[in-house]
């Protein structure tokens, strides 16, 4: 069984959950504001907000769940997973990046910014976003939450970093995510809502052995 342990600064914000389908697939739940804590939203120009999570990620089986109360502007996954050439100008708010260098600028480490950037200069439609891409510097794939991912200043929240695809074989594995990595959810209702519900089944349980 794959371990749930996250750094303790961003456990908090990730939810981990292993899948009652399957013991070895595992759901990351992003359920809080990303940029709770930050002033990146009202800080002008470009702000590019780190303190991510690092994970073990398997493409073939696992599952990224963002919370609709947290990610607000996002309706629903519009998937691709292409190189930036190939990205769709309108319909996507999601995106795997394929392309892994700033077009062969050794002096330009491929990072989220450039990354951000080639896709603003393909999306056209305006609206928040995630994106995954290679970093070259820290040589392995992150997850990253834009506020606009057809603006090329708009603020960037590092979600992810997915620690067990590094290097080539990492690079190799960015082709194999699909749509079913990347799911909408809904939020978790408050504690005391769950035991409301529960006495509420309890107490419908209780009616139906009385009137039987």
Do not use: W
């Amino acid at each position: 069984m794959r371990s749930s342990k996250l750094p303790v600064a961003a456990a908090a914000a990730v939810l981990f959950v292993l899948n009652a389908y399957d013991a070895d697939a595992a759901t990351f739940t992003f359920a809080t504001d990303p940029f709770a804590g930050s002033t990146a939203l009202t800080t002008p120009g470009r702000q590019v907000v780190g303190g991510e999570p690092f994970i073990a990620f398997d493409p073939a089986a696992d599952v990224f769940a963002f919370v609709t109360t947290a990610f607000p502007g996002v309706p629903a996954i519009l998937f691709v997973n292409d190189v930036a050439a190939n990205i769709p100008a309108t319909g996507i708010n999601t995106i795997v990046l394929r392309t892994f260098d700033n077009d062969g600028d050794a002096t330009t480490p491929f990072n989220a910014g450039t990354a951000a950037n080639l896709i603003a200069a393909q999306v056209t439609s305006p609206g928040p976003g995630f994106f995954v891409y290679f970093n070259q510097g820290l040589d392995v794939p992150r997850l990253v939450y834009s506020t606009d991912l057809g603006d090329n200043t708009a603020d960037l929240k590092i979600l992810a970093r997915m620690i067990n695809l590094s290097g080539q074989a990492g690079r190799d594995e960015l082709v194999s995510f699909t749509s079913a990595n990347f799911a909408l959810a809904t939020p978790v209702p408050e504690p005391t809502s769950l035991a409301l519900v529960a006495a509420a089944g309890a107490l419908c349980a209780l009616r139906r052995r009385l009137r039987g």
